[in-house]
């Protein structure tokens, strides 16, 4: 399988190397270049498949020319051995045809596990084969940074370096970063912000040169494609689980940089028939602008009760574009070039295909807070405040009710206990057990002040691997 890039100024790359590339040379984002088809006789069989067969079945062409499929089996036999449900990503009923689709059974209770704890294993794979060792780095305000370095925590060949706000992330988001044990993982709290922590990951990245000149600077974040690939797979799984291919269902997806939704349009592409695509967002809308008005703009961002959907630009969204745009990589990079100087437009042509897909759907936190009591009211299940947006745009959107509606729910309500608090539930939310007793547990985390060059300093006296 080869990959090229959504504004087709760079190389095609295999998956290896788009493993280890971030963002394309010519500012784009790597793509497949064709996707492998499922028919409707290949989706039925795949009933008969539990949750890491069919993540062998949906990812193997996407990487068998660098993978061989034993090799790819163990992987993902040992990436999904991680999540503490048997079924990996279970289904639960909230009315006649209103799913939801729990993603938060993975070691650190969100859906970025199912990628990360993969992305992990392929890199020290591919690492391993290669002879080399590389340096992770990433800022995080929540969900990633966790997720990230419990993928990491057993590979050999990385050292993970994630960057937080001193004082300013939750406290059990600090603690599942900083309780995570191994010489290769590092956690900095910086003393400045988010914004502070993010700036110098970019300068990292853009001069590499206080690093070892043999280690390669690598990025998790959510425009890695192999992030993307791994969730596809829940799509199918789900899909399948509710009568696909005989039936058709509709997925609403709590939306930030459009990964995980992506991945659903993805799935739909490669023949699993999907009636809608819903994008849930919080009050940070710029997609929901974008589906109602054809305008992509920038606004100021607001701090919801979903942090981890606090966006101003949906990084994943030109994946999207590039095939509404008929491929055509010009386009988008002239697009992209504009929408650096400010807001633009799409052709209506693009903008109505888009439409015969998705739907879209704002959720303000009060709308949050009273779906989160009217579900736990109704049916006695708590729901996160991220899951509560994508449940709140399931209810709102109009389809016929013979098509149901799977809402992917993100989180575990356990991760953001305040807003529970706040949609006045006579219950808390507590956490799984095998994450009791995570405030007992002893934290390592280096407090540096906001300055690049002690972060960097830092990071090149701490290499481990
Ligand atoms: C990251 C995240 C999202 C948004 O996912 P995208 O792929 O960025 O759209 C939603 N909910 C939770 C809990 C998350 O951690």
């Known amino acids: 399988m080869k990959y090229i890039s959504t504004r087709g100024q760079a190389p095609a790359l295999n998956f290896e190397d788009v493993l280890l590339t971030g963002l394309a040379a010519d500012g784009g984002l790597y793509v497949p270049e064709t996707l492998p088809q499922f028919s409707a006789a290949d989706i039925e069989q795949m009933a008969e498949l539990d949750y890491p067969q069919l993540a062998q079945k949906i990812i193997a062409p996407f990487v068998s020319d660098c993978i061989p499929e034993a090799d790819l089996e163990a992987i993902l036999q040992s990436t999904y051995a991680e999540f503490r449900h048997d079924a990996v990503a279970p289904l639960v009923q909230l009315d006649h045809n209103q799913w939801v689709l729990e993603l938060f059974h993975g070691p650190t209770l969100a859906f970025k596990d199912f990628a990360l704890q993969l992305l992990g294993r392929l890199l020290d794979y591919v690492l391993e084969r290669k002879h080399q060792k590389v340096v992770i780095m990433g800022a995080t305000s929540g969900d990633t940074g966790s997720a990230a370095i419990e993928g990491c925590k057993r590979c050999n060949n990385i050292d993970i370096f994630i960057l937080h706000p001193h004082g300013r992330v939750s406290d059990v988001q600090r603690k599942q970063m900083t309780t995570v044990v191994g010489d290769n993982i590092h956690n900095l ?54 009568g696909a291919p005989a039936r058709k269902m509709a997925f609403s997806v709590p939306t930030g940089n459009f990964g995980d939704i992506f991945a659903g349009y993805l799935a739909q592409q490669m023949g699993l028939p999907i009636e809608r695509l819903i994008i849930a967002t919080n009050s940070n809308d710029v997609l929901h602008r974008v589906l109602t008005s054809g305008t992509y703009g920038r606004q100021s961002l607001e701090h919801t009760l979903s942090p981890s959907m606090d966006i101003t630009v949906s990084s994943n969204f030109e994946r999207l574009l590039f095939d509404l745009y008929q491929r055509d990589g010009a386009a988008i990079g002239d697009l992209m070039s504009r929408f650096d100087a400010g807001d633009i437009s799409f052709s209506a042509a693009a903008m109505d295909r888009a439409k015969t897909l998705f739907s879209s759907c704002r959720v303000s936190d009060d709308e949050t807070r009273e779906q989160i009591a009217a579900t736990w009211d109704r049916c006695e299940y708590m729901l996160d405040p991220h899951s509560a947006i994508g449940v709140k745009a399931a209810l709102d959107c109009d389809l016929p009710a013979s098509v149901p509606v799977v809402t992917l729910a993100t989180a575990h309500p356990a991760k953001f206990p305040d807003a529970v608090k706040q949609a006045g539930l006579d219950e808390a939310p507590s956490l799984p057990h095998h994450l009791r007793d995570l405030f007992e547990r002893p934290e390592r985390c280096e407090v540096l002040p906001n300055e690049l060059a002690a972060v960097q300093a830092f990071m090149a006296g701490n290499i481990n691997a």
């Open 189 to 242: 709290a910086v003393q400045g912000n988010f914004d502070d922590c993010q700036a110098m990951v970019k300068s990292s990245f853009n001069d590499r040169g206080f690093l070892p000149a043999d280690r390669r600077l690598v990025a998790v974040n959510s425009i890695n494609w192999a992030r993307i690939m791994a969730q596809i797979v829940y799509y199918f799984y789900a899909a399948v689980a509710l």
